[in-house]
């Protein structure tokens, strides 16, 4: 066997062994495709991409997606035409990622999204367009360094346009709270976790419909959280997770501002508006049951004539199947043997 067989027989048997060594079904790129899970929680498509070592948004998946789980990987860089095929994301998860960067325009296309969780990342502000999402419910930017977020806010254009229910900032290098104007849905918000100083219980004019807020592991004063202790309180929300010390209770170092907060303009216009969102959503639902309720009728009353065409149409056919058949006119033995005798004397007459 010559030099040049013996290379190609080994050359065989290598690539042999490397395919064997591959994991099945792999394909190059559309081995991360097949990796990918599709879910149906809730009749509603679940792509679960989890950790695969994905450097961006893939592009491959079925556009119909719904919830898009894309934790766990190594994306840098969010890019305006990441989601543009994918209009219909009600809940994207990019938690645990490396995204540095996001070009404006990323998240336009994503009307339909309620809940997005951008939480350990490298992002040092949240994308203001975010803010201006009109679905988006839920938004979590915890364990990032929000170093720029104050300076880029100052940009931001109020009142936002996003429902904002629930906020998580927590562990983000935070001085302050952001100030994103009121919020009149807001009933969460987690700041722990972060260097936070100061706090007026007038910032939380703002969020008039607030329940729950986390102040833990932080460096605000005793005496402050003891006001927003029982602000909260005063307003029906929970102080849980407040912490407080029980050695700040005397009101005379620490007096109650609530009052002043209930009572001020921007505590009065965001529970107008909160009262605004409420009519336009019974409005809305009203108008629904309405468009459905006439559509209903609409239903019924041409199932009805249809029926009644049915039965007139089957009345008229049941009375021409019981008319009787035409009977030939009777005729008595005379006429007829006359009738008879006549045919016979014509055809006599015929043979003569």
Known sequence: MDLHAVA???????TINTKMMMPFGYVGVVQDERKCQYLRPSRMLKIRCYEMNLREVPQYLKSSVEILDLAFNRIKKLKRNSFERYTSIKILV??????QSVEPGTFAPLTSLEEIDLSNNALVSIPLEIFQLPSLRNLYVDSNELFNLDRDLQGLETPIQAPLEY???????LENLPDLGVLPKLWQINASSNPLTELTVDTLANMCNLRTMDLTKTEISDCTLQQVNRYLRYIGASSKYVPISLDDLDNTKCPDPYNETVNSTTYHSCKAEAELAKVLSWRWWAIAAAAALAVLVFT????????KKKKKKSKAKTKVNALPPK???LVSPTLALKSH????MLQDCDCA
């Open 8 to 14: 190609i027989a080994l050359l065989a048997l290598i």
């Open 94 to 99: 990019l938690y645990e990622n490396k995204i």
């Open 167 to 173: 906020l998580n900032v927590a562990d983000c290098g």
């Open 300 to 307: 019924w009353y041409c199932c009805r004539r249809n029926s």
């Open 327 to 329: 009977q030939q006119p």
């Open 341 to 344: 005798n006549d045919r016979t």
